[in-house]
């Protein structure tokens, strides 16, 4: 179409901010980044103002006539950045922060599934450790998750297999300074066994427009061994969601999720994640983020046929019901997640990468930056954090996107660069035992 370019803000500095600019600038819009990274730069304009300076951003956007502003990560939502554009009156994608409390507080969250009556894992609240390990000591000892109620880096929550583990996780809520805030809550719950599969939806409050589901891969090394991470890689779309329980996972969790919102008086608008457990008794919600997921939106981007920019407009004027769903791709995608030494703890930043170039030129290649800048004078990229590139590939199979996503990782060097070499095998063996019980099935 043509027309005057539209200005669009991005905000973030992670691979998922790159994806976004990246199908954003592709879908024919002017991009700003804040405050973005190496990669982003290619891209569009990064400017250097950080997602935690909400007036900053209102002035940003402002004084560049922005048309309509993207939150990539969950902290600015939680702090209100979008309560704070609409009252100024400009257009921004993402929930308010009452809303973002569905990611922001898991007590508020499970409120909201329990008034939807949404399948997730039992749990009890407290107030204080005390209360917590009172009951855990009176009850059964068993597998179950600890839980901080607030934001906590992905670090407040402990997978226990058994009743000393729980005690001593409680212990650690109560007594790390990190968990000092998100830990006012603790929340105890049933531990849930199946495959962890990722949902996405965007939605206006009312209509959902729902995102082809995925897998992410959180542990840091591969066979799913060792520290938990912010996501190693992830593959799309997964085997392990059919069309049927696609149908299931929209009618029974986002669907009522949205509405319970909504007749609570928070309506959500922006992008839902639901992070589910497949159980024998069906999928149940571990958790919702108020955003997307990271690295699955690298995945998911690449294989967005439609206008992502369309999409977004439509979800800020609560128009999503007009719109044609979006056409994906055929095929897969895999993105690869390049770390630098010494991630998920501290990393030493600055270290010069190479190969960027040769790896991007491979056809249905591209190296989403995750965390980077440019190097001394300006000159070529060096690391600055933990979970450093997100490589990512499509393919017309799994197969075929992960040879070429581990093709691209080849040709990029940097030293103590390293990567999980596992990523998407599990959708991979699926799709191989789907084959064969089904001889000339198309894959
Ligand atoms: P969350 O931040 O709530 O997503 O939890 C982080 C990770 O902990 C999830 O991705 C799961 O792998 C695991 N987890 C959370 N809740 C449960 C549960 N009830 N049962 C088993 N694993 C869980
Ligand atoms: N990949 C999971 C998340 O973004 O929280």
């Not at 895999?334 to 960027?356: C, D, F, H, N, Q």
Request: proline share 6%; net charge negative; hydrophobic share 45%.
């Amino acid at each position: 179409m043509a027309g005057p370019s539209r200005r669009v803000l991005v905000v973030g500095s992670g691979g998922r901010e790159h994806a976004l600019a990246w199908k954003l600038a592709g879908d024919g819009a002017e991009v700003l980044i804040a405050p973005g990274n190496a990669g982003t730069a290619r891209i569009g304009e990064n400017v250097a103002v950080k997602p935690g300076d909400i007036p900053g951003l209102v002035e940003l956007a402002r004084s560049r006539a922005v048309d309509v502003t993207v939150i990539g990560p969950e902290a600015p939502l939680v702090a209100g950045v979008v309560d704070t554009f609409q009252a100024a009156g400009l257009r921004i994608f993402g929930p308010t922060a009452r809303a973002a409390q569905i990611e922001g507080s898991k007590a508020f969250c499970k409120q909201i599934l329990h008034r939807g009556d949404v399948p997730t894992a039992m749990y009890r609240e407290f107030r204080t450790a005390k209360r917590a390990q009172e009951y855990l000591e009176a009850r059964e000892d068993m597998p179950v998750v600890v839980k901080a109620d607030g934001l906590a880096a992905g670090k407040g929550v402990f997978v226990c297999p058994d009743r000393a583990a729980a005690l001593a996780a409680v212990a650690i809520l109560a007594g790390d300074p990190q968990f000092a805030d998100a830990a006012k809550g603790i929340l105890v719950e049933e531990r849930l066994d199946g495959r962890e599969v990722s949902v996405m939806a965007i939605t206006d409050g009312r209509t959902i427009v729902t995102l082809p589901p995925l897998q992410d891969h959180k542990a840091a090394h591969d066979g799913d061994l060792g520290p938990n991470t912010g996501g190693m890689g992830a593959y799309c779309p997964t085997p392990f969601v059919d069309a049927a329980l696609m149908a299931e996972i929209e009618s029974r969790i986002l669907v009522p999720t949205i509405h319970a919102m909504r007749r609570s008086h928070v309506p959500f608008q922006g992008v839902l994640f639901a992070g589910l457990m497949l159980t024998a008794q069906g999928p149940k919600v571990l958790e919702f983020n108020a955003r997307f997921g990271d690295p699955e939106c690298e995945a998911l981007m690449m294989l967005l046929d439609s206008s992502l920019l369309e999409i977004i407009d439509a979800t800020v004027d609560r128009k999503l019901e007009g719109i044609d769903p979006p056409v994906w791709k055929p095929g897969a995608a895999v993105t690869v997640v390049m770390a630098s030494e010494g991630y998920p703890g501290e990393v030493e930043k600055g270290r010069p990468i190479r190969g960027l170039g040769d790896a991007a030129a491979l056809d249905g290649v591209e190296v989403f930056h995750a965390a980077t800048r440019a190097g001394p004078d300006g000159q070529g990229v060096v690391n600055n954090g933990g979970r450093t590139l997100a490589v990512t590939a499509v393919g017309e199979s799994l197969a075929r996107a992960k040879l070429r996503a581990y093709s691209a990782v080849r040709r990029i060097r940097w030293d103590g660069a390293w990567c999980r070499k596992d990523i998407a095998n599990k959708g991979i063996d699926r799709d191989h035992e789907l084959a064969a019980a089904e001889p000339g099935a198309p894959r």
